[in-house]
């Protein structure tokens, strides 16, 4: 049997206890993880990472001189390595996403909590890592820039219209090139993402801020119009139910404890019965199968499906588990996928 590799490890973080508690902790938890080097200075680590050539960095935010996103900016074109934010502070962790990091992770308090759990947690984290596509950022405006989109014609026929989107590791990024293209009277959009508590309410404002339609945190009972997306608030199940009035959000305490919550998968279960044929759904870059069974229930209720391509995703894992289950009606690179839904939309 052929063994597996060890995944090559780079820390950088100014805290020398928490790169100690980083370091003994993955030793502890996850063997498998070979620690190449450790630094607190950003400006010394970036050299040490290029000479080095670790499999993946962890990356704090928060540090004298230099911030994470400064690094970041630096490092990715020299040396596209996948890097995981490490950090305390939810601040800015969607523009750090956006410099070229594949995912985010929480500090925990090393004190009170229980520290098995963030180290289950990142190992995973970092093994996913491993096998990710870094997409260097490319030079463009900012994303508060006007972007000129085409109108979504809304006919009678297509009135109850409806989009579903579920993404994951690299997501967040994913998800604005799409919704910054979309028009501003577009049908109602749901979005799961899979993210930690607090982080969802900041990917809607930051959609609600960067894009010409309103963007909110989903609340229990909340009505769904043109114009308005809704994102799965982390720690429920977002359903979209369907009553005489039109659709509504429910929102589920899940006790089971499940891998994800919100989980994609249930909020396209949901779709394929309150929408059927009037919806759209779209299945973006992440790792695991989560969404796959779902769009494949919107598939075969007469919905219209998207799986983003595998050149353009950061990790091809759940759009692959879609397209293998036969889910997927069609494959796009991400920057093709508005405009399709778009004139899928004005057809």
Known sequence: MLKRSRTRLFIVDDSAFFTTFLSSGLAKHFPEVEITGVEQNPSVAIKKIIAQKPDVVTLDFEMPDMNGIELLRKLIPQYPVPVIIVSGRSVNVLEALSAGAVDFIKKPDTKAENPEVFFRE?????????????????????LSAKIKVPSCNITAEKKD??????????????????????????????????????????????????????????KDGMRLDNGLCVVGKAGFQMKIRHDRDGYYVSLEEDKTKPLHCPSVDVLFDS???????????????????????????MKNAGAYTIGQDEKTSVVYGMPMEAFKAGAVEIQLPLNEIAENITKRLNS
């Not at 990142?122 to 900012?142: M, Q």
């Not at 109602?188 to 993210?195: E, N, T």
């Not at 309150?274 to 919806?279: E, I, W």
Request: charged share 20%.
């Open 122 to 142: 990142l190992s995973k984290k970092i093994e996913v890592a491993k096998g990710a596509k870094v997409i260097v950022p490319e030079k463009k405006s900012p």
């Open 161 to 218: 219209s409806i989009i579903a989107i579920g993404s994951s590791t690299g997501g967040p990024d994913a998800l604005m090139t799409i919704l910054t293209k979309l028009p501003k009277n577009i049908p109602p959009i749901a979005i799961v993402q899979h993210m930690p508590e607090g982080f969802t309410k900041m990917l809607a404002d930051r959609i609600d801020k960067n894009c010409p339609f309103k963007a909110v945190e989903a």
């Open 271 to 297: 779709v394929a019965k309150s929408a059927g044929k009037n919806a759209i759904g779209v299945i973006l870059t992440g790792m695991g199968a989560d969404g796959a069974k779902g769009l494949l229930s």
